[in-house]
């Protein structure tokens, strides 16, 4: 038997904000809140357990390593990427250089807090 991913977990300033941000871009949900002040994430229709892993925002005040070691990368699923890129733009997304040279099929973004994620060409269907 193998291991699944069952949770990303994200430290963060603001995990309200961050929360929001993140329910917005991929259309999940609140799924709960600890006493510790993280909020966790996840589709609205699986929650935890289910076939992708939830998000959790756990309050912290260490400032942002310089370089990520780990980045989320994100697909437009109804709509093209230069839609979804507008899009998420709109909900507090900035472009983040990174070094690309302008000819890559994806976009760098960040978040409200600056963590880097990559908004990708291929249109995925919904699960």
Same mark, same amino acid.
């Given at each position: 038997?193998?291991?699944?991913?069952?949770?990303? =977990?994200? &430290?963060?300033?603001?995990?309200?904000?961050?929360?929001?941000?993140?329910?917005?871009?991929?259309?999940?949900?609140?799924?709960?809140?600890? &006493? &510790?002040?993280?909020?966790?994430?996840?589709?609205?229709?699986?929650?935890?357990?289910?076939?992708?892993?939830?998000?959790v925002?756990?309050?912290?005040? @260490?400032?942002?390593?310089?370089?990520?070691?780990?980045?989320? @990368? =994100?697909?437009?699923?109804?709509? @093209?990427? @230069?839609?979804?890129?507008?899009?998420?733009?709109?909900?507090?997304?900035?472009?983040?250089d990174?070094?690309?040279?302008?000819?890559?099929?994806?976009? =760098?973004?960040? &978040?409200?807090?600056?963590n880097?994620?990559?908004?990708?060409?291929?249109?995925?269907?919904?699960?």
């Open positions: 038997m193998a291991c699944r991913i069952s949770e990303l =977990v994200l &430290d963060c300033v603001d995990p309200e904000g961050l929360a929001a941000f993140w329910s917005e871009v991929l259309g999940w949900v609140e799924l709960g809140r600890e &006493d &510790d002040g993280s909020i966790e994430i996840g589709p609205p229709d699986a929650g935890f357990g289910g076939p992708q892993p939830t998000l925002f756990l309050p912290g005040t @260490d400032p942002r390593p310089p370089k990520l070691r780990l980045h989320l @990368d =994100v697909n437009p699923t109804d709509r @093209d990427q @230069d839609a979804e890129l507008e899009r998420l733009l709109a909900l507090g997304a900035r472009r983040a990174i070094g690309q040279t302008g000819s890559e099929a994806w976009h =760098v973004l960040a &978040d409200p807090e600056g880097e994620f990559c908004l990708l060409r291929r249109r995925l269907g919904p699960l």
